[in-house]
């Protein structure tokens, strides 16, 4: 163990730049600059799967190793609503899952945004005929901002997640 | 091939016509029932268990011969003689089959209901006449009394970034007394969306039963069709194929052992093992074009051919992560306190997965050698080098040295199918002559998905059921917390790491 904590004293950390200006802009336009604002300059996100295939989730997950280090822009995902400003939001709502989407919003504290992630959470994707799906968050709960993909990258979800806080 | 007293049974049903590659029959209740006291005493093993349009099938491999066949049970009166009756494994099948298709299991000691948590506009959706949907009804999970016990319900959502279900504790202070799951909140109606599509358009829905085995999906699902349709696959197609299972299994097999030891609350063996699922997945979107390699194996073969560009990268993550793992083995073994987390937590008995036919590394991890690639063996593995490591100590640490020895051996498979990959075309189109049936069996990094198509004369999908391996594995995660303390659960639950979606579907 100890070699490698020294290993990893010597050699460069993997963490690479986060996504360039023009990416977070394009996403930075779709939202209100007042929500912006009031968001600063750090975000508590309670991440909700809401039916997705998993794949959504993998890649929200990637954005903790090392080469994107979610922490350093100031954003870390917390285990209750309660302590969240945003809810990031994967999967087409399933009915099943439906209640459940909106009792966690419901316990999210004011003033609160919805991130939609991925393909699914746009308009129920692949899934959006079924008897069993809602077709997508806005069908459940109002969404401030889509992160398109399937799955979105963790590139993709960075520089919406970016956005948010950008002013 | 060596005799099989499965296939002597069954031969006394019907064969279907156009049944590939394996036989399906059709059985009388008392070869039903022949079959049913055949999986008690465990000479066959339950590999999946769905309805159709007045019939209901079950699927059975035979290890010792290697065989799989599936028996069809044709009741246009909506019942049919209870498996889960004397074979607890099928029950939670029997209680799905009965919410989509509202056929009747006689005898089924546990009727409620399953997927259909009373929230979707219909009741029995795949049924040919589906009724209206009926008020919610609140669940009756199992009671639990006794003197000093308390419940503790967990779920839907969850604190961690994982997918949603209902985890319901009776505990004794610190002690699991029972744990009861409750499932079907991701589930998305797939199998009647899949109905009536042509089977390339299937496909994408196929590869997203469960995002994480894309590409075991997309081979289980691609083969069964090719199958049905007769289409031969080129040799490169096969191999292309393999090699992204292999690419999938190991960043899974990374991202699982990292995670274990983060819920043992090491969080370094994450930190390096993430580095490492990272580089494989963008190795793959070098080669591939998608970092999960969604849509990559398509009926037919795969939707793009390999370059220079993309062998080289692969070889680079994998260069970077064997030599990287020994150290990280060494790490994993020699770090006291997460060791004393790991072994005899969260025991499973070898007789449990050998009577649930559990696959993968819980399967491996308690006796059970089962591996659709050595016991089914589908091409390229027929001509690949590889072990299949089993354990006996069935608990946490024996499913964590299972993903740690099939790693080593997902890393050589990766060598040895770069060596020896053939030329050739990498597709052929997918148009082949219908109606026919097929089954495809593939082993995903989790254990072995199965997928049986039926075909109609245009080519589009009349009916496909696609059975992850989280169905025999599930059950058991309740069996294994048992007598184990609530803090460990989540330990138990990642080692398991069964699938939310491929289980609800
Ligand atoms: S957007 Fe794609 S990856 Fe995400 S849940 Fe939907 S199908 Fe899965």
């Not at chain 2, 690949?384 to 020895?405: C, K, M, S, T, Y």
């Not at chain 2, 060596?419 to 097929?438: K, N």
């Given at each position: 163990?100890?070699?490698?904590?020294?290993?990893?004293?010597?050699?460069?950390?993997?963490?690479?730049?986060?996504?360039?200006?023009?990416?977070?802009?394009?996403?930075?336009?779709?939202?209100?600059?007042?929500?912006?604002?009031?968001?600063?300059?750090?975000?508590?996100?309670?991440?909700?799967?809401?039916?997705?295939?998993?794949?959504?989730?993998?890649?929200?997950?990637?954005?903790?190793?090392?080469?994107?280090?979610?922490?350093?822009?100031?954003?870390?995902?917390?285990?209750?609503?309660?302590?969240?400003?945003?809810?990031?939001?994967?999967?087409?709502?399933?009915?099943?899952?439906?209640?459940?989407?909106?009792?966690?919003?419901?316990?999210?504290?004011?003033?609160?945004?919805?991130?939609?992630?991925?393909?699914?959470?746009?308009?129920?994707?692949?899934?959006?005929?079924?008897?069993?799906?809602?077709?997508?968050?806005?069908?459940?709960?109002?969404?401030?901002?889509?992160?398109?993909?399937?799955?979105?990258?963790?590139?993709?979800?960075?520089?919406?997640?970016?956005?948010?806080?950008?002013? | 091939?060596?005799?099989?007293?499965?296939?002597?049974?069954?031969?006394?049903?019907?064969?279907?016509?156009?049944?590939?590659?394996?036989?399906?029959?059709?059985?009388?209740?008392?070869?039903?029932?022949?079959?049913?006291?055949?999986?008690?005493?465990?000479?066959?093993?339950?590999?999946?268990?769905?309805?159709?349009?007045?019939?209901?099938?079950?699927?059975?491999?035979?290890?010792?011969?290697?065989?799989?066949?599936?028996?069809?049970?044709?009741?246009?009166?909506?019942?049919?003689?209870?498996?889960?009756?004397?074979?607890?494994?099928?029950?939670?099948?029997?209680?799905?089959?009965?919410?989509?298709?509202?056929?009747?299991?006689?005898?089924?000691?546990?009727?409620?209901?399953?997927?259909?948590?009373?929230?979707?506009?219909?009741?029995?959706?795949?049924?040919?006449?589906?009724?209206?949907?009926?008020?919610?009804?609140?669940?009756?999970?199992?009671?639990?009394?006794?003197?000093?016990?308390?419940?503790?319900?967990?779920?839907?959502?969850?604190?961690?970034?994982?997918?949603?279900?209902?985890?319901?504790?009776?505990?004794?202070?610190?002690?699991?007394?029972?744990?009861?799951?409750?499932?079907?909140?991701?589930?998305?109606?797939?199998?009647?969306?899949?109905?009536?599509?042509?089977v390339t358009?299937a496909a994408?829905?196929a590869?997203?039963?469960?995002?994480?085995?894309?590409?075991?999906?997309?081979?289980?699902f691609a083969s069964a069709t090719e199958a049905a349709l007769?289409i031969?696959?080129?040799?490169?197609?096969?191999?292309?194929?393999?090699?992204?299972?292999?690419?999938?299994?190991?960043?899974?097999?990374?991202?699982?052992?990292?995670?274990?030891?983060?819920?043992?609350?090491?969080?370094?063996?994450?930190?390096?093992?993430?580095?490492?699922?990272?580089?494989?997945?963008?190795?793959?979107?070098?080669?591939?074009?998608?970092?999960?390699?969604?849509?990559?194996?398509?009926p037919g073969?795969?939707?793009?051919?390999?370059?220079?560009?993309?062998?080289?990268?692969?070889?680079?993550?994998?260069?970077?992560?064997?030599?990287?793992?020994?150290?990280?083995?060494?790490?994993?073994?020699?770090?006291?306190?997460?060791?004393?987390?790991?072994?005899?937590?969260?025991?499973?008995?070898?007789?449990?997965?050998?009577?649930?036919?559990?696959?993968?590394?819980?399967?491996?991890?308690?006796?059970?050698?089962?591996?659709?690639?050595?016991?089914?063996?589908?091409?390229?593995?027929?001509?690949?080098?590889?072990?299949?490591?089993?354990?006996?100590?069935?608990?946490?640490?024996?499913?964590?040295?299972?993903?740690?020895?099939?790693?080593?051996?997902?890393?050589?498979?990766?060598?040895?199918?770069?060596?020896?990959?053939?030329?050739?075309?990498?597709?052929?189109?997918a148009?082949g002559?219908?109606?026919g049936?097929g089954?495809g069996?593939?082993?995903?990094?989790?254990?072995?998905?199965?997928a049986?198509v039926?075909v109609?004369?245009?080519?589009?999908v009349?009916?496909c059921?696609?059975?992850?391996?989280?169905?025999?594995?599930?059950?058991?995660?309740?069996?294994?917390?048992?007598?184990?303390?609530?803090?460990?659960?989540?330990?138990?639950?990642?080692?398991?790491?069964?699938?939310?979606?491929?289980?609800?579907?």
């Amino acid at each position: 163990m100890r070699k490698m904590l020294l290993n990893g004293l010597i050699h460069p950390p993997l963490t690479e730049a986060g996504p360039t200006a023009d990416e977070i802009a394009a996403l930075a336009a779709e939202l209100d600059h007042a929500a912006r604002r009031r968001l600063g300059r750090s975000l508590s996100i309670r991440e909700v799967d809401a039916g997705s295939c998993n794949g959504c989730e993998l890649e929200v997950n990637a954005l903790g190793n090392a080469f994107y280090d979610l922490e350093r822009f100031g954003i870390r995902f917390v285990a209750s609503p309660r302590h969240a400003d945003v809810l990031l939001v994967t999967g087409p709502v399933t009915l099943n899952m439906k209640e459940a989407l909106e009792r966690t919003w419901n316990a999210t504290p004011d003033p609160k945004w919805v991130v939609a992630a991925g393909a699914c959470a746009l308009d129920g994707g692949l899934f959006k005929e079924s008897y069993a799906c809602a077709g997508g968050v806005h069908a459940v709960i109002p969404v401030d901002l889509h992160i398109p993909g399937c799955p979105p990258t963790p590139m993709q979800l960075l520089a919406g997640l970016l956005a948010l806080m950008e002013r | 091939m060596a005799t099989s007293p499965l296939l002597e049974i069954l031969s006394r049903g019907r064969p279907a016509e156009a049944h590939r590659p394996w036989p399906r029959f059709v059985v009388g209740g008392d070869l039903w029932i022949a079959l049913t006291n055949g999986l008690v005493e465990r000479h066959w093993t339950l590999a999946g268990l769905w309805g159709d349009d007045g019939a209901v099938h079950m699927a059975l491999i035979e290890e010792a011969s290697q065989s799989l066949a599936i028996a069809t049970y044709d009741c246009p009166d909506g019942r049919y003689p209870s498996v889960g009756k004397y074979h607890p494994p099928a029950i939670r099948p029997e209680r799905a089959l009965h919410d989509l298709f509202g056929l009747e299991p006689e005898g089924l000691p546990d009727t409620r209901p399953w997927l259909d948590h009373g929230r979707w506009p219909v009741r029995h959706p795949l049924a040919a006449e589906p009724a209206a949907g009926t008020e919610a009804q609140p669940y009756r999970f199992l009671p639990a009394e006794g003197e000093g016990l308390h419940q503790i319900p967990v779920g839907p959502v969850h604190a961690g970034i994982i997918e949603p279900g209902h985890f319901r504790f009776t505990a004794n202070g610190e002690t699991v007394v029972r744990l009861e799951e409750r499932l079907g909140y991701t589930h998305k109606g797939t199998e009647r969306l899949m109905a009536s599509m042509p089977v390339t358009e299937a496909a994408r829905l196929a590869a997203r039963i469960s995002g994480d085995s894309t590409v075991a999906y997309g081979i289980a699902f691609a083969s069964a069709t090719e199958a049905a349709l007769g289409i031969e696959v080129p040799a490169r197609a096969h191999w292309l194929r393999a090699l992204m299972a292999e690419i999938e299994r190991l960043a899974n097999h990374f991202g699982d052992i990292g995670a274990v030891c983060n819920d043992a609350a090491f969080a370094m063996m994450l930190a390096h093992c993430g580095a490492l699922r990272e580089r494989l997945l963008r190795a793959a979107a070098a080669a591939f074009g998608h970092r999960l390699m969604m849509d990559r194996v398509v009926p037919g073969g795969v939707a793009a051919d390999l370059d220079e560009t993309g062998i080289a990268a692969i070889r680079d993550a994998v260069r970077i992560a064997s030599a990287a793992f020994p150290r990280l083995i060494e790490l994993y073994d020699n770090t006291a306190s997460l060791q004393d987390r790991m072994i005899g937590t969260g025991i499973v008995s070898s007789a449990l997965v050998h009577r649930y036919g559990c696959g993968g590394f819980v399967g491996r991890a308690s006796g059970r050698g089962f591996d659709a690639r050595r016991t089914l063996p589908y091409p390229p593995y027929d001509a690949l080098d590889f072990e299949v490591p089993v354990l006996n100590q069935g608990d946490v640490g024996a499913r964590v040295w299972i993903r740690i020895r099939e790693a080593q051996q997902s890393m050589a498979l990766i060598g040895q199918i770069l060596d020896r990959l053939p030329d050739g075309p990498h597709h052929v189109p997918a148009t082949g002559s219908g109606p026919g049936e097929g089954v495809g069996i593939a082993e995903g990094f989790r254990g072995d998905v199965l997928a049986c198509v039926a075909v109609d004369g245009d080519g589009k999908v009349r009916r496909c059921h696609l059975r992850d391996p989280s169905w025999f594995q599930w059950p058991l995660l309740e069996a294994a917390i048992e007598g184990n303390i609530v803090a460990d659960f989540p330990l138990c639950n990642k080692s398991f790491n069964c699938s939310y979606s491929g289980h609800d579907l």
